[in-house]
């Protein structure tokens, strides 16, 4: 039960951190050289596409369990100490944040215009 505890725990933490090195690319306190690297970090952690697709067996999952942390742990430790503290903070302060439903409903609202966009040009097709 303990582990599981303390893989919840590392999992918040790998997706607080996440959050502060996509703060951290737009900090004026930050190197360059640090900003690109935590952007990059960030945006492959946060994007849908994987560098080794998840159907690959035992692959698939390397850039999830691999990959991502040890990016992570390079970008936050070339972000200035102090700065990525403070980065780590506000980032958890957002992520706590709780989320409207007005993002939710537009979702909604664009994926049923599509169906019926979709529905209406398959009819004249048929």
Not at 39 to 51: C, R, T
Request: hydrophobic share 60%; net charge positive.
């Amino acid at each position: 039960m303990q582990l599981i505890s303390k893989a919840k725990s590392w999992a918040k933490s790998l997706k607080r951190d996440i959050v502060a090195l996509w703060l951290a690319a737009r900090d004026p306190r930050v190197p360059w050289h640090a900003k690109a690297v935590a952007g990059a970090v960030a945006a492959y952690a946060l994007s849908p596409v994987d560098l080794i697709p998840d159907f690959i067996p035992l692959l698939g999952y390397l850039d999830d369990l691999v990959i991502v942390p040890l990016g992570i742990l390079l970008a936050t430790r070339l972000v200035p100490a102090e700065v990525m503290n403070e980065l780590r903070a506000e980032a958890a302060r957002r992520i706590e944040r709780p989320s409207g439903r007005a993002g939710l409903i537009f979702i909604l609202a664009v994926w049923l215009a599509c169906i019926i966009f979709l529905a209406l040009a398959l009819s004249k097709l048929v």
